[in-house]
C-alpha cells in the first residue's frame, strides 16, 4: 500500500533544526559582518546537506528546512505586494514564553509578485534533490487572522469582502507561480483551524473582528479559490497547528468544530493534522474524511522534545485511527516542524533525525515497503 504520489507514508511537515552554520551565518549578517550574496553560498551549502540528510534516511520527499527563512510565515507574507513589515507593541504569547514582535500590516493592494524570493528558494532544493522537492508556505487564512485590528485601512479595502477576493487571488498566482517554477508538492501552514477549535481564541477572535463567528465560511472559500490553480498533476497539502515556538503551543481543542468542513469541502489534497498530545482531541473527526484519494498524515511523532517514541505505541495509535479512517488514507510524520521559527524546539539534531528514521521504519512495517 505504498503511494506514489505525496503525501507520502513517510512525511514530514517542513522545518529542520537551523545547523549552526547558519546561526552562525545569519548572526553575522545582522551585524554586517558577511553580504548577503556570503549569506546564500552558506545557506546553500548547508540547505544541500539537509536535502542529502533526509533522502539517507528514506524519505521520499526532501524540503529545504526553511533555512533561508526567520519565521515559517512572516518571511512570506513580507514577499506579497501590499504588505509592510511592521514592529508590534508585543510578540505572540505563547505557553510560558513570548515571540518577537514583528508582524505586517496591508498598506496596499495584495498580490502575489513574480519576483517573490521564494520561486527562487524552490528552484535551488528543486536543483539539489533527488527525491520529490516540498514548498511550504503559510496558508491564506494566517494572512487574515494574524493582522493587528487596524491592519486593513479601509483606504485600501473599504470593505471586507475585496480584501478577501484578492487574497484568494493572489494565492491562485502563487500556486500557479511555484507550479511553474517546477513545484509539484506544495503545503499550506495553517494555525487558523486550530484556533479556530479552541473557545479561548475564538474568545478573542470575537473581541477583535465583528464576523468572527463566519470564518470558517470565509477561509473555506479563499482557500478553493487559491486551489482553483492546481493543476492535475500538482499535490496542495495543509498543515494544521495548534502554535510551535521553542517547544511550546498557544491553542488547545480537538477538530471536531472544523472537520466536516475542513476534510470534506475544502478542496486540499491532503492534511497534516497534530495527534501528538491529548491537546488534538481524538481521532472521531476522521469520520469526515471523504472516500478516495483524500489523505490524512497523522502526526503522531512530536517535535517538540528529542523523547523518542516506541514503534508500538505508534502503531497502536495508527490502529485507533483506522477505526474512523481507512488505513490506505492514512501517514505518518511528525506532528509539527523542527523549527517553526529560527529559534527551533528544544531537542538536539540527532534526535531530530532518530524520529525521522523511526517514522520511515514504522510506516514500512505499516503499510508495507517500497
Known amino acids: 500500500m505504498q ?42 551549502r548547508e540547505i544541500e546537506k539537509i536535502v542529502r540528510k533526509q533522502e539517507e534516511v528514506g524519505l521520499k520527499l526532501a524540503t529545504d528546512g526553511e533555512y533561508r ?26 505557553h510560558g514564553v513570548e515571540t518577537r514582535p514583528e508582524g505586517y500590516k496591508i498598506t496596499g493592494k495584495l498580490d502575489f509578485p513574480a519576483d517573490h ?24 487564512p494566517v494572512m ?7 491592519g486593513i485601512p479601509k483606504a485600501v479595502y473599504p470593505d471586507l469582502d475585496g480584501y478577501f477576493a484578492d487574497l484568494g487571488n493572489a494565492y491562485a498566482k502563487a500556486v500557479k507561480a511555484f507550479y511553474d517554477a517546477g513545484c509539484r508538492y506544495l503545503q499550506f501552514d495553517d494555525t487558523v483551524w486550530a484556533y479556530l477549535c479552541s473557545p479561548s481564541e475564538m474568545q478573542a477572535a ?17 482557500i478553493n479559490t487559491a486551489l482553483k490553480a492546481k493543476p492535475a498533476d500538482m499535490t496542495i497539502t495543509t498543515h494544521v497547528c495548534r502554535g510551535n515556538f521553542k517547544s ?7 477538530y471536531e468544530p472544523v472537520a466536516e468542513r475542513l476534510l470534506g469541502a475544502v478542496n486540499y489534497d491532503g492534511y497534516f493534522l497534530e495527534y501528538d498530545t491529548d491537546r488534538a482531541g481524538g481521532f472521531e473527526p476522521l469520520r469526515f474524511l471523504p472516500k478516495g484519494d483524500k489523505a490524512v498524515v497523522l502526526g503522531l511523532i512530536t517535535s517538540k522534545s528529542g523523547t523518542l517514541e516506541k514503534k508500538d505505541d505508534v502503531k497502536r495509535r495508527i490502529d485507533e485511527a483506522t ?25 538536539a539534531e540527532d534526535e531530530q533525525w532518530a524520529k525521522f528514521r523511526m517514522i520511515v521504519e514504522t510506516a514500512g512495517e ?5
Open 206 to 222: 470575537r473581541d477583535r473582528m465583528p464576523m468572527a463567528d463566519n470564518l470558517p465560511q470565509i477561509y473555506q472559500d479563499v
Open 323 to 347: 477505526k474512523f479512517a481507512p488505513l490506505e488514507q492514512l501517514c505518518l510524520s511528525p506532528q509539527c516542524g523542527f523549527a517553526s521559527t529560527e529559534e527551533g524546539n528544544i531537542l
Open 366 to 370: 505499516v503499510w508495507g515497503k517500497s
Open 248 to 254: 511550546t503551543w498557544v491553542a488547545e481543542g480537538g
Open 3 to 44: 503511494r506514489t504520489k505525496p503525501p507520502f507514508r513517510a512525511d514530514h511537515v517542513g522545518s529542520i533544526l537551523r545547523s549552526e552554520a547558519i546561526k552562525t551565518a545569519r548572526t553575522k549578517r545582522e551585524k554586517g559582518e558577511i553580504t548577503v550574496a556570503q549569506l546564500k553560498e552558506v545557506e546553500d
Open 69 to 94: 527563512r526567520s519565521w515559517w510565515h512572516l518571511d512570506f507574507f513580507w514577499g506579497l505586494d501590499g504588505v509592510e513589515k511592521i514592529t508590534l507593541p508585543h510578540g505572540i504569547q505563547f
Open 144 to 150: 487574515h487572522f494574524r493582522l493587528p485590528k487596524d
Open 117 to 140: 524570493p521564494m520561486l527562487e528558494h524552490f528552484r535551488y532544493l528543486k536543483s539539489v534533490a533527488r527525491v520529490m522537492p516540498k514548498m511550504c508556505i503559510p496558508a491564506p
